[in-house]
Nanobody, 119 residues
Framework: QVQLVESGGGSVQAGGSLRLSCAAA?????????MSWHREVPGKEREFVAL???????TYADSVKGRITISRDTAKKMVTLQMNSLEAGNTARYYC????????????WGPGSQVTVSS
């Protein structure tokens, strides 16, 4: 099993910045493949935000391009999401996801971290 934990969430005023981090428990003996961020808001399905591959290739949702940056530290099994120029629309619970495995590909989710943007 793989346990992921997000951190860095909280409340921030519109126009501010926030950095979310996600990491596996220390000592995890697994190499992650793609890592990504997703978000949920009440009444809506979980939606994709950003993804980064093992080679560093990134993909972003159209709604956040230019305002967020995803990065990773493969050795630390960590992925981060830098969010700038935050708006009320960014308010959501953000979840970290990591793909891993050899014979079969598995996916792990963190419990989520709440981000609330106020004006």
């Amino acid at each position: 099993q793989v346990q992921l934990v997000e951190s860095g969430g909280g409340s921030v005023q519109a126009g501010g910045s926030l950095r979310l981090s996600c990491a596996a428990a220390p000592g995890t003996m697994i190499s992650f493949k793609d890592m990504s961020w997703h978000r949920e808001v009440p009444g809506k399905e979980r939606e994709f935000v950003a993804l980064i591959t093992t080679s560093g290739t990134t993909t972003y949702a159209d709604s956040v391009k230019g305002r967020i940056t995803i990065s990773r530290d493969t050795a630390k099994k960590m992925v981060t999401l830098q969010m700038n120029s935050l708006e009320a629309g960014n308010t959501a619970r953000y979840y970290c996801n990591a793909r891993y495995g050899a014979r079969r590909i598995l996916s792990a989710w963190g419990p989520g971290s709440q981000v609330t943007v106020s004006s």
